[in-house]
C-alpha cells in the first residue's frame, strides 16, 4: 500500500485478536522506526519499552483504567520522556555524533556550547514539556510504520503514569511515560474499524498561501 492508502486503512483498535501476535521481524522494524524519528537536536530524549508479557500486561490493565486493549493486544508499546534533561544529555548525544561519524569531539564545541544555552534557558518543567513532545513525534512515527506493514494499533493516554512508572521500575532510570501504544491485529468484532473515517478534509484543515 502507498504511505496515504496505509493511513486510510489505519484505525484505533478497541478489540484486538488476542490470538494474533506480532512477529519478532516486525517488531522490529517498528523499534527501529522509533529510532529513525527526527528530535529537536536529535537528543532522543525517551525510551520506548515492548511489553508482551501477558503477567505484565494484566498487571498494566488497572493502570491503564481497565482499557481491554492492553491485555488483547500482541505488544504493548510504552512511550516515556526522560526526566533528568539537562548538560549530560548534550554530552552523550557529542560522543555519539563523534564515535558515529568518525571525527572528534572537539569539533562539535561551538554545538555543544549552543545547546548548553539552549538546555541552561528552561526550568525543569520547561525541559520535561519539551522532552514530552520529542516522545510524541516517535509514537507518530511508529503508528505511521505500524500501518505500512498493517500492523494494528491504538495510541492511549489514558494511563496512570506514576502507576505504569513504578509497575516497570522507570523511576530509578529516570523515565516518566506520557502514552502507550498497543499493537496486534483487529478483531473481526471491532466495529469502528469497519466505519468511514471522519475527516474535516483538506479544504478545512489546511490554510495555504501560494
Known amino acids: 500500500m502507498s504511505i496515504i492508502e496505509s493511513l486510510k ?20 522494524a517498528l523499534l527501529e522506526a522509533a529510532d529513525l524519528a527526527p528530535t529537536s537536536g536529535g537528543f532522543q530524549t525517551f525510551k520506548v519499552i515492548a511489553i508482551s508479557n501477558d503477567q505484565l500486561k494484566s498487571e498494566l490493565l488497572q493502570a491503564s483504567y481497565g482499557q481491554k486493549q492492553v491485555v488483547d493486544c500482541s505488544h504493548i508499546l510504552v512511550f516515556a520522556y526522560e526526566t533528568n534533561i539537562g548538560e ?26 549552543s545547546m548548553f544555552g539552549f538546555i541552561n534557558s528552561m526550568d525543569q518543567t520547561a525541559r520535561n514539556t519539551w522532552g514530552r513532545s520529542q516522545t510524541y513525534i516517535a509514537l507518530g512515527m511508529v503508528m505511521a510504520a505500524a500501518a505500512a506493514l498493517k500492523i494494528d494499533s491504538c495510541p492511549m493516554e489514558g494511563l496512570d503514569p506514576v502507576a505504569y512508572q513504578k509497575l516497570l521500575g522507570l523511576e530509578d532510570k529516570n523515565l516518566m511515560p506520557v502514552a502507550i501504544l498497543p499493537i496486534g491485529y483487529r478483531s473481526e468484532e471491532d466495529y469502528y474499524s469497519k466505519l468511514p473515517k471522519v475527516r474535516k478534509g483538506r479544504e478545512n484543515l489546511v490554510i ?3
Do not use: C
Not at 486503512?9 to 522490529?28: C, G
Not at 554530552?91 to 564515535?99: F, P, T, V
Open 9 to 28: 486503512w489505519r484505525s484505533a483498535i478497541k478489540q484486538f485478536d488476542p490470538e494474533k501476535k506480532v512477529s519478532a521481524e516486525d517488531l522490529t
Open 208 to 210: 495555504e498561501f501560494n
Open 88 to 113: 549530560q544529555t548534550v554530552l552523550d548525544y557529542i560522543k555519539l555524533a563523534a564515535e558515529t561519524r568518525n571525527h572528534p569531539e572537539s569539533e562539535l564545541d561551538g554545538y555543544r556550547d
